[in-house]
T-cell receptor
């Protein structure tokens, strides 16, 4: 699985958009980009994933550059409850019994302040 | 919403005990996983299962076993608990629908302390 690079920490004011970058310059053609977050003492929470096109769901938007070497997770209106560690993961998608483990790096600690 | 439920949030056991961690998911997912999470080491995969009665070793299976008798339930067993198995244990599940790009959904974890 391709390695990802994220800033260790970011701040955001409540109500503003939080834009979390991720670099995955060695990503291959059939690797998906996933974002998870983990609030202290809880399990990781799935946010969104994508391959090439930008994706949006009720939680966030995922913007993937045309060359797929980087992506940005956007939380459009951050709240205090969005304070968490955010993990960007790339994972190979394939059939078969080898399902692909998730490798969580150090992630980005996002702090939303009032 | 996907619901993955782990039987205990906190558990304290003694060295040498046999420990059972239970995980149940309600989304009819085929795949289930057990990870442990330790500071500075991230998530490490212990075992996973892609079908009832099927299991495959992950990266750190030593000292653990698993059981999947029913589709919705995946149990992690510490055969003889040791202090180096003190950790946060996370269960996850995912669907096999389509390609294996379906996301894994996690429970809230069990913080296990071995004394």
């Amino acid at each position: 699985d391709a390695k990802t690079t994220q800033p260790p920490s970011m701040d955001c004011a409540e109500g503003r958009a939080a834009n979390l970058p991720c670099n995955h310059s060695t990503i291959s053609g059939n690797e998906y980009v996933y974002w998870y977050r983990q609030i202290h003492s809880q399990g990781p929470q799935y946010i969104i994933h994508g391959l090439k096109n930008n994706e949006t769901n009720e939680m966030a938007s995922l913007i993937i550059t045309e060359d797929r070497k980087s992506s940005t997770l956007i939380l459009p209106h951050a709240t205090l409850r969005d304070t968490a560690v955010y993990y960007c993961i790339v994972r190979f998608a394939h059939r078969g019994s080898t399902l692909g483990r998730l490798y969580f790096g150090r992630g980005t600690q996002l702090t939303v302040w009032p | 919403d996907v619901k993955v439920t782990q039987s205990s949030r906190y558990l304290v056991k003694r060295t040498g005990e046999k420990v059972f961690l239970e995980c149940v998911q309600d989304m009819d997912h085929e795949n289930m996983f057990w990870y442990r999470q330790d500071p500075g080491l991230g998530l490490r995969l212990i075992y996973f299962s892609y079908d009832v009665k099927m299991k495959e070793k992950g990266d750190i299976p030593e000292g653990y076993s698993v059981s999947r008798e029913k589709k919705e339930r995946f149990s992690l067993i510490l055969e003889s608990a040791s202090t180096n198995q003190t950790s946060m244990y996370l269960c996850a599940s995912s669907s096999q629908q389509g390609w294996s790009n379906q996301p894994q959904h996690f429970g809230d974890g069990t913080r296990l302390s071995i004394l």
